[in-house]
């Protein structure tokens, strides 16, 4: 049965002091008594002292990024293995921005995805279309494409390790509202396009988090939506009361 996950990706922002300050208040203000997964991917710096921090709650840490390669001549890049050796156990990969800023493409994705799963990590594997592909029509094409260059060469075991984020980049930043029919909308498709190639079983054991903008206002309808599996919270997760908001509206 698939789980209600709430994650929040903190991008580049916090330093070390102002990671503590917002770990002590989210400890504070998070429930303890819900079912959901509540995840933190702090910046790569602060990624051993969040999982010292955090080691006797609930919640727990992810990175925002890793390489692909097991290790080398990559100035400035981590790699799986130096995650899993400070405690982190989850990446997230294919984030809308690090394919439009860095120019990630889909087979880089799906390396660093099989370089993660050898390390038996887990994977919060990003995707979404553009406001130009919704514009057009093409968001179906586009997501399913995504899903399938940057996950379907998988088996079938690998995808207990995996957890789909559908971020629509076209409601995120632009003055564009994602509304809660249509996060559904598309979560249904995703699933029924994973059931196609995997069956009804992986398709319905997969968490879809929804990454399209969420806030205290939003979550509670974004979240009742029957194939929405919680959220990919940008930044509304740098704040506790916010992000508490978020993971009490499951």
């Known amino acids: 049965m698939r789980q209600n996950i709430v994650a929040g990706n ?13 770990l002590n208040a989210l400890i504070d ?6 079912a959901v997964e509540i995840i933190v991917a702090p910046t790569f710096i602060n990624l051993a002292s969040a999982v010292e921090h955090l080691q006797f709650t609930n919640i727990s840490v992810a990175a925002q990024n890793m390489h692909q390669s097991e290790n080398g001549a990559f100035t400035g890049e981590i790699s799986a293995d130096m995650l899993k ?19 990630e493409t889909d087979a880089i ?8 799963l050898q390390h038996q990590m887990r994977v919060i594997f990003c995707f979404g279309e553009e406001l130009k592909d919704r514009q057009n029509n093409q ?8 899903l399938r260059d940057g996950l379907f060469h998988l088996d079938k075991e690998a995808w207990e390790n995996i957890v789909l984020a559908y971020e629509p980049v076209w409601a995120i930043g632009t003055g564009e509202t994602a509304s809660p029919e249509q996060a559904q909308e598309m ?11 995997y069956g009804s079983d992986v398709a319905e054991d997969v968490s879809i ?4 903008s969420v806030k205290p206002d939003n979550a509670q309808e ?7 599996d919680g959220g990919l919270i940008g930044g509304a997760a740098l704040k506790a009361e916010d992000f508490a908001a978020i993971v009490n509206a499951i």
């Open 209 to 212: 988090l929804y990454g399209g």
């Open 85 to 103: 050796s400070i405690g982190v156990n989850t990446v997230i990969l294919g984030h809308s921005e690090r394919r439009a800023i860095f120019h």
């Open 187 to 197: 979560h249904e498709f995703i699933r029924e396009t994973i059931r196609k190639t």
């Open 29 to 34: 203000k998070l429930p303890n008594d819900k």
């Open 10 to 22: 903190w991008k580049m922002n916090k330093n070390a002091e102002e990671t503590e300050d917002l």
């Open 139 to 146: 968001h179906f094409n586009i997501v399913e494409n995504q």
């Open 109 to 116: 994705i799906a390396a660093k995805v099989d370089k993660a």
């Open 222 to 228: 974004i979240f009742s939506k029957p194939d929405v």
